[in-house]
């Protein structure tokens, strides 16, 4: 996930003198290894227990253990239990502290296996219904994505798309290989014709401030290669992104739709791209491009997250139940398995019961929230939903109950969606100090349930040197500067997991924690050369503060083990 921290790591390894691995200053406390797992796999215990193994010989003393079961007790065979303390009792041999990670906050679907809910939502407001046949379904909007099946072009440019990368030379109208219609646009060899690696196509549409759409468009690939993903990128004209969702496009595959949906938030104006910032070789095609609304897609369902459906005044609120009802998604957060979300599905309909007062042709308003997917996946909970504290503290009590760790590491990182729905603004609290709140109640329930243990938490949303800047927008969370402050919920006894390795900004970020009082692990490796721990230790040296490093792999890159070892040891 952090691709642009490993690339930084890589250039500072290349730029730095070849030089033999040394000791950058006394033996660290620390010396852990990160271990994400799944106990409920015998197998992965066997390679578990044969890689801890390996770290101990080689002078490790720590594993920071994480698994998306650790909220899933109550739901799991006995066989898992029996795989956990199996684990526990080698650790123990071995002499190896267990650092459980607790406390999902960013990275949220496994919290939100246990209640989909409580997903922050992105707003929706008065998007235009239309009652027919019964039912109440999106009217149709104004948005008119022009030539979206390519069929009108000049030199290899589309008509009515504001400009495609070098067309002639990477991109193309193709009017043998096609979905539909007589042509299609076709990429070939991005990074071969291109410096820049990028092969796009975009488009500026109007749209309505806080409405839901949906953007489709038919892509095939023909041994296509890119260092980056393919996208659908909606971007307002201020430069924000609206979508961060990654759709799956095989190297080589027919025509297969992909889907993404967006929240316009306030803008009235986007750019929709399609293409890749970081092609290589090969070719990919675009046909039939499409716009509309998205609907009750992921409606969050929530008394944080209110649904209303008014008349074209806004003088007559429908009642839920009375005048319709279906307002539900039963795929929220359940598409294929609990804590699993689809960016895209068959959207749930609304029906007009009975006696609604609701007439067939009659337009309504609907406001509601929905969840925004970051990347592939991730998911993000609401901070503000006292339910969710419920959810972490029983999470802290059966860790603490069937493992018994040595210490609790909160999994506060890459907090991407907050502040938008009714619970965030009840709050009265920014994004940031709603952060430095949660923390600080999640390092008070560890220190409840499990007196005396260590805790610990990753930087970066604590960092003003990192995702806390004072100024800037971070991906879809409300707000210049959203998480600015948000360290004042860390007390100096807390443990900083810190993962800001950027040679540029490191220096000040260790500086920042141990000026208040903090002791630091510095998360290293990440799938990177091993030696550029050794420059990020030598420029810890001046804040006395750090004591551990671990060997972060995001990869299961665990070759370079026993080589990270002799240069932390």
């Given at each position: 996930?952090?691709?642009?921290?490993?690339?930084?790591?890589?250039?500072?390894?290349?730029?730095?003198?070849?030089?033999?691995?040394?000791?950058?200053?006394?033996?660290?406390?620390?010396?852990?290894v990160y271990l994400p797992t799944n106990l409920l796999v015998d197998a992965n215990v066997d390679r578990d227990l044969a890689l801890l193994g390996r770290a101990a010989k080689a002078g490790y003393n720590g594993v920071l253990l994480s698994d998306s079961k650790f909220l899933k007790w109550d739901r799991?065979?006995?066989?898992?239990?029996?795989?956990?303390?199996?684990?526990?009792?080698?650790?123990?041999?071995?002499?190896?502290?267990?650092?459980?990670?607790?406390?999902?906050?960013?990275?949220?679907?496994?919290?939100?296996?246990?209640?989909?809910?409580l997903a922050e939502g992105l707003p929706v407001i008065d998007a235009h219904f239309v009652a027919r046949g019964g039912k109440l379904v999106p009217a149709e909007d104004p948005v008119r994505l022009v030539n979206g099946g390519f069929e009108q072009s000049k030199r290899n440019t589309p008509t009515g798309w504001g400009f495609v990368d070098l067309p002639g030379q990477?991109?193309?109208?193709?009017?043998?290989?096609?979905?539909?219609?007589?042509?299609?646009?076709?990429?070939?060899?991005?990074?071969?014709?291109?410096?820049?690696?990028?092969?796009?196509?975009?488009?500026?549409?109007?749209?309505?401030?806080?409405?839901?759409?949906?953007?489709?468009?038919?892509?095939?690939?023909?041994?296509?290669?890119?260092?980056?993903?393919?996208?659908?990128?909606?971007?307002?004209?201020?430069?924000?992104?609206?979508?961060?969702?990654?759709?799956?496009?095989?190297?080589?595959?027919?025509?297969?739709?992909?889907?993404?949906?967006?929240?316009?938030?306030?803008?009235?104006?986007?750019?929709?791209?399609?293409?890749?910032?970081?092609?290589?070789?090969?070719?990919?095609?675009?046909?039939?491009?499409?716009v509309e609304p998205a609907g009750l897609v992921n409606v969050v369902r929530r008394a944080g997250a209110p649904f209303r459906v008014t008349d074209e005044a806004g003088k007559t609120t429908y009642e839920e139940g009375r005048d319709f009802q279906g307002a539900q998604d039963p795929k929220l957060g359940n598409d294929p398995y609990a804590g699993q979300y689809t960016a895209w599905h068959e959207p749930p309909t609304m029906t007009l019961p009975a006696g609604s007062r609701i007439a067939e042709g009659q337009t309504v308003l609907v406001s509601y929230y929905h969840t925004a997917i970051i990347h592939r996946e991730q998911v993000m909970c609401c901070m503000a939903e006292p339910k969710v504290y419920d959810i972490l503290r029983w999470q802290v009590a059966q860790v603490h109950k069937h493992l018994e760790p040595d210490g609790y590491f909160l999994s506060h990182d890459e907090i991407r969606v907050q502040g938008w729905d009714q619970s965030c603004a009840a709050s009265g609290l920014t994004p940031g100090e709603l952060l430095a709140d949660n923390v600080r109640r999640s390092i008070a329930m560890v220190r409840q349930e499990d007196p005396g243990k260590p805790v610990y938490v990753w930087s970066d949303m604590f960092d003003p040197f990192h995702n806390a800047a004072r100024t800037g927008s971070y991906y879809l969370v409300k707000g210049d500067g959203p998480w600015f402050g948000s360290w004042k919920g860390l007390d100096p006894a807390v443990v900083i997991g810190n993962w800001n390795s950027n040679p540029a900004s490191r220096v000040?970020?260790?500086?920042?924690?141990?000026?208040?009082?903090?002791?630091?692990?510095?998360?290293?490796?990440?799938?990177?050369?091993?030696?550029a721990i050794d420059g990020w230790l030598r420029d810890a040296r001046s804040t006395q503060s750090v004591v551990g490093a671990m060997y972060t792999t995001w990869q299961n890159q665990y070759d370079d083990l026993e080589a990270f070892a002799r240069h932390v040891k």
């Open positions: 996930m952090r691709i642009a921290l490993l690339t930084l790591v890589l250039a500072a390894a290349a730029a730095a003198p070849a030089r033999s691995a040394e000791p950058a200053q006394a033996q660290l406390a620390h010396r852990w799991l065979p006995e066989r898992y239990l029996e795989n956990v303390a199996r684990l526990r009792r080698a650790c123990r041999e071995m002499k190896l502290e267990v650092i459980a990670a607790v406390c999902p906050i960013g990275y949220s679907n496994d919290l939100l296996a246990r209640d989909p809910n990477i991109t193309f109208i193709d009017t043998e290989v096609k979905l539909s219609g007589s042509s299609a646009l076709r990429m070939e060899d991005i990074g071969v014709h291109n410096p820049k690696r990028t092969g796009r196509a975009a488009q500026t549409i109007a749209v309505e401030p806080f409405h839901y759409y949906h953007v489709s468009v038919a892509v095939k690939t023909e041994g296509f290669e890119a260092a980056g993903e393919v996208r659908i990128a909606v971007i307002a004209k201020d430069g924000r992104t609206l979508n961060y969702y990654e759709p799956r496009v095989e190297p080589t595959q027919d025509w297969k739709r992909i889907d993404v949906t967006f929240n316009s938030l306030d803008a009235r104006e986007v750019n929709v791209y399609l293409g890749t910032w970081g092609g290589r070789r090969g070719k990919i095609w675009w046909d039939d491009v499409q000040d970020s260790l500086r920042h924690f141990a000026s208040l009082g903090h002791k630091q692990v510095l998360a290293g490796y990440y799938d990177g050369p091993v030696e």
